[in-house]
């Protein structure tokens, strides 16, 4: 059973700098697990911000940047803003057509 | 633009059958694969079931395989997932969602349709 593994709770500053963790129970997140990263406010359908990795979807600021870190995948906001206060989800694919989400990660601004 | 709509959620009993459906417009649906994704009440997002832009492959969650059915006809631009023995922990909405391929994590989503299994 494929475990994808995020931080469940983050605080940032705002105006500040924070990157969130997307990892794999076992084994290394690389570009080939085509790390994808979604934002959701209560009561909301998921915002896709970046797919592939790091390709920002359509619409979505600059300060929302995807990587590969370590053996993590990572989603880093530049320049925190209250309304990035949201629940922050990472999506990985295992193979033969298998995607696992994370838990989520609760940012707060403040 | 892309828009995802779906439908069919209802209350329904463990043990029921639901169909939920999807319409899609806004782009050329035949060349894209589809995915549902499900949000249990106050949980995370748990990915439930992709097909490709064909029809010809599909996958599944272990949590859902041998039970769900995912298909799509795409004359009619059109989604849909078949729900069998349905638990209480299916409990969830349920959101259609637009992906380049199979391998490639969904883009669009829909706004979600509520599935309610109780007695």
């Known amino acids: 059973q494929t475990v994808v593994t995020q931080e469940p709770s983050f605080s940032v500053s705002p105006g500040g700098t924070v990157t969130l963790t997307c990892g794999l129970s076992s084994g290394s997140v690389s570009i080939s697990s085509y790390p994808s990263w979604y934002q959701q406010t209560p009561g909301q359908a998921p915002r896709t911000l970046i797919y592939?990795?790091?390709t920002r979807s359509s619409g979505v600021p600059d300060r929302f940047s995807g990587s590969i870190l370590g053996n993590k995948a990572a989603l880093t906001i530049t320049g925190a803003q209250a309304d990035d206060e949201s629940v922050y989800y990472c999506?990985?694919?295992?193979?033969?057509?298998?995607?696992?989400f994370g838990g989520g990660t609760k940012l707060t601004v403040l | 633009e892309v828009q995802l709509l779906e439908s069919g959620g209802d209350l329904e009993q463990p043990g029921g059958s639901l169909r939920l459906s999807c319409a899609a417009s806004g782009f050329t649906f035949s060349s894209y694969a589809m995915s549902w994704v499900r949000q249990a009440p106050g949980k995370g997002l748990e990915w439930v079931s992709v097909?490709?832009?064909?029809?010809?492959?599909?996958f599944y969650a272990d949590s859902v395989k041998g039970r769900f059915t995912i298909s799509r006809e795409n004359s009619k631009s059109t989604l849909y997932l078949q729900m069998n023995s349905l638990r209480a922990e299916d409990t969830a909405v349920y959101y259609c969602a637009k992906a380049p391929r199979v391998s490639a994590a969904p883009v669009d989503w829909g706004q979600g349709t509520l599935v309610t299994v109780s007695s």
């Open positions: 592939t990795t790091n």
């Open positions: 999506v990985l694919y295992v193979g033969t057509g298998i995607w696992v």
């Open positions: 097909i490709d832009s064909g029809g010809s492959s599909s």
